[in-house]
């Protein structure tokens, strides 16, 4: 099996490249480019491993990807407003979005993947799979003071837990744990591209301002 070592890191680069732009939108120093890109690279696994127990939490001993989320965020930084916007804009903006969905996918499984391995019932295994996919841009939205997306109508959540949940419904069944990874990485990208080329959403209650 190929190792998901690269896979992770480009994983966290994606996602370190939301939080930095969303910085850029806000107008923020390199700092808040560097925080922005950090959390959302990283803040959904560190969740994972503190509320599951794991000491130290992953990136301490190897802040390989800590790195990977600073390096992207001054590279946005230093590109500038003009570019910045380009690469917010046009068929970059929507290579952008696939490249997250995948990211999105993958850290559901290998989420999933962790919390199975240190013996938690199934049902907090698709709980910790869905922390780590989708958690870290929880705290950059809350940071940058936009309404987070778990709280919007966009299928985004629902997709990290059905990638999650597959996976542990299949290694319930006895499957290989391999076979069940990558059928939960194909459930939870399956269900997010559906909903960015259909246009799916949540229904929402109504308001009552």
Do not use: H, N
């Not at 070592?5 to 996602?15: N, S, W």
């Not at 850029?24 to 950090?38: S, W």
């Amino acid at each position: 099996m190929v190792s998901v070592i690269p896979f992770e890191a480009i994983g966290v680069a994606v996602f370190a490249l939301t939080g930095a732009l969303v910085a850029a939108r806000k107008g923020m120093d390199p700092f808040g480019f560097a925080l922005l890109a950090i959390v959302t690279g990283i803040g959904g696994g560190t969740i994972r491993d503190l509320l599951l127990g794991i000491r130290p939490v992953f990136w301490v001993q190897d802040p390989s990807d800590v790195l990977v989320c600073i390096v992207v965020a001054e590279i946005v930084f230093a590109l500038g407003p003009k570019r910045v916007t380009a690469l917010e804009g046009g068929r970059r903006a929507r290579l952008l979005l696939w490249a997250d969905a995948l990211g999105l996918a993958l850290f559901a499984v290998m989420g999933t993947a962790k919390a199975l391995s240190v013996g938690v019932p199934f049902l907090s295994a698709i709980a910790m799979g869905t922390i780590t996919a989708t958690f870290g841009g929880i705290i950059r939205d809350l940071l940058a003071g936009t309404t987070p997306l778990v709280l919007r109508q966009e299928i985004y959540v629902t997709a990290a837990a059905l990638g999650a949940g597959v996976m542990v419904a299949l290694r319930g069944l006895g499957l290989d744990p391999t076979l069940a990874a990558v059928a939960g990485f194909a459930a939870g990208l399956g269900l997010r591209a559906l909903a960015i080329l259909r246009g799916w959403s949540l229904p929402t209650f109504p308001r009552r301002d």
